[in-house]
């Protein structure tokens, strides 16, 4: 059974400038989640999608968003980068009525 | 307000001895889910084991074993014979609520050294 796949695997760009992370859950999952792990501030829940609807969405500012498409894969996208947006975005996926959720490599985004 | 708590920054064990990573946890939901995560410095997050609020049993996976005492709101992660492949970040996390996770909020981790 193959994981969760994310991609890019690294990303860089400038301060201003949009970025879009990738995120395919496992085959069946249906829910996807996308966590921050910047340095220092630990992991951070970011958004919940389900079902292609939002579910829950974490202390983050507007220009943080996504969307889930009908085949259950998500876009991250973060509008306007700041330089304390350079993280690790990690992306999981959770079977409907489960409570685990299983986690991708991850995309490294630096903002220069 | 902090949720998971995890005390311990750092741990040293040597090969094939049992080390126990310390988790307290603070809820006022009756059903929770308390979950570890081992993460290589790679960056994945790798889950290792999983307890319920309700179960009774205390979860074993191999060598992995989670020490839940709910009236302390501890969940304790137990390695037995600890393996050089286990250095790696060890994170706690919770997630509340019935049904299907919803969001987990993790400890700051604790970074495990397995010397040789």
């Known amino acids: 059974e193959a994981g969760v796949t994310q991609s890019p695997t690294h990303l860089i760009k400038t301060r201003g400038q949009q970025a879009t992370l990738r995120c395919s859950p496992i085959?069946?999952?249906?829910?996807v989640y996308w966590y921050q792990q910047a340095l220092g501030l630990g992991l951070q829940f970011l958004l919940w999608y389900d079902e292609g609807e939002e579910r829950n969405r974490g202390n983050f500012p507007p220009r943080f968003s996504g969307r889930q498409f009908p085949n259950y894969s998500s876009e991250l996208n973060v509008n306007a980068l700041e330089l304390e947006d350079s993280a690790l975005y990690l992306c999981a996926s959770s079977l409907e009525g489960t409570e685990t959720q299983h986690f991708g490599p991850g995309t490294r985004l630096t903002v220069l | 307000a902090q949720k998971i708590t995890q005390t311990q920054p750092g741990m040293f064990v040597q090969e094939k001895e049992a080390v126990t990573l310390d988790c307290t946890y603070d809820?006022?939901?009756?059903?929770?889910?308390l979950f570890w995560y081992k993460q290589p410095s790679s960056g994945e997050m790798i889950f290792l084991i999983y307890?319920?609020?309700?179960?009774?049993q205390n979860a074993t996976e191999g060598r992995y074993s989670l020490n839940f005492q709910k009236a302390r709101k501890s969940a304790n992660l137990v390695i037995s014979a600890s393996q050089l492949g286990d250095s790696a970040m060890y994170f706690c996390a919770m997630d509340e609520g019935q049904g299907g996770s919803e969001k987990l909020v993790f400890g700051k981790g604790t970074k495990l050294t397995v010397n040789p």
């Open positions: 085959s069946g999952h249906t829910s």
């Open positions: 307890q319920g609020s309700y179960d009774q």
């Open positions: 809820t006022s939901d009756p059903s929770y889910g």
